[in-house]
């Protein structure tokens, strides 16, 4: 009889999913959930809930996934594997949303980090705006974590969110909404150094030099799918949120320019805490 490895019996560190859309160019969604994983020792597993035609000039075709798609991806995958942490990317439209909230309770899921994409980089819809109050009312109480960007926050509490004290007052109305912590990224701000900031109850502010680069297509996916990695590799949120934000540093000074626009970070970084691994 063949032994089954567990994944700290192999060269993985853990298994982790990724429920989200795929970017033919490679920068974004699946691809770049993937390559995170594989960066970070994790063997990735995932549900694709749309195909998109897309290159570093933008989203030129998108087409979603039927909601029985998308969940029998997920039953697949979750009835099978032992699957340490999830995270969601685009999920395109509420129909596909609830499912992925129903299939998540339905297994009892709690490890979840919720990217609530909706504007790809280039400034291309990825979600319907209908679907807002979906992910509010069925995948956000499910969360983990959540991880909006300044735009993405605004939209989910429906007020400005431009400096620290609003960045506070969001991360509190999406606990509000039921998830256990936010980690609301201040990328999309200005000055030479940016702001995030993590909520679970207790506040905790990090701050780093801005890396100046126009390859930056696929971050807000690459450091949700780190913190998913880390969690799936047995670090606490703490630690995941921390190990996420080093590694998508570390992916943002590596970035290049493999078209004629941005670029996507340089996933293949090797990280500290790998060594002996």
């Known amino acids: 009889m063949t032994k089954k490895n567990s994944p700290r019996e192999s060269m993985y560190r853990g298994i982790a999913m990724t429920v989200a859309g795929s970017d033919s160019g490679g920068g974004a969604g699946i691809q770049a959930d993937l390559k995170t994983f594989a960066a970070l020792g994790i063997f990735g597993t995932s549900a694709i809930t749309a195909l998109t035609a897309q290159n570093s000039r933008g989203v030129h075709h998108v087409e979603t996934a039927s909601p029985e798609s998308v969940r029998r991806q997920m039953e697949a995958v979750l009835s099978d594997f032992p699957v340490g942490a999830a995270k969601t990317g685009m999920l395109a439209e509420s129909a596909i949303i609830e499912t992925v909230a129903a299939v998540f309770r339905e297994f009892g899921f709690r490890r979840l980090v919720v990217d609530p994409v909706m504007v790809a980089q280039s ?12 992910m ?5 109480p499910l969360a983990g974590l959540v991880t909006p960007n300044l735009p993405e926050a605004q939209r989910l509490v429906g007020f400005p969110v431009e ?3 609003a960045m506070k007052a969001a991360a509190e109305r999406i606990l509000e909404m039921g998830a256990r912590s936010v980690l609301i990224k201040g990328g999309h701000g200005s000055g030479e150094e940016v702001t995030d900031l993590f909520h679970d109850g207790q506040v905790r502010v990090f701050r780093h030099k801005r890396i100046e680069t126009l390859n930056t297509h696929g971050t807000g996916c690459t450091l949700s799918a780190a913190i998913a990695a880390e969690l799936a590799a047995g670090c606490d949120v703490h630690e995941a949120v921390e190990r996420g934000l080093a590694y998508l540093q570390a992916a943002l000074q590596r970035g290049f320019r493999p078209g004629k626009g941005p670029g996507p970070v ?3 970084v090797s990280m500290p805490w790998l060594e002996g691994h």
């Open 136 to 140: 509010k009312e069925s995948l956000i």
């Open 163 to 165: 400096s620290l004290e």
């Open 266 to 268: 340089g996933h293949a």
């Open 123 to 134: 400034g291309d819809p990825l979600l319907a705006e209908k679907a807002e109050e979906t």
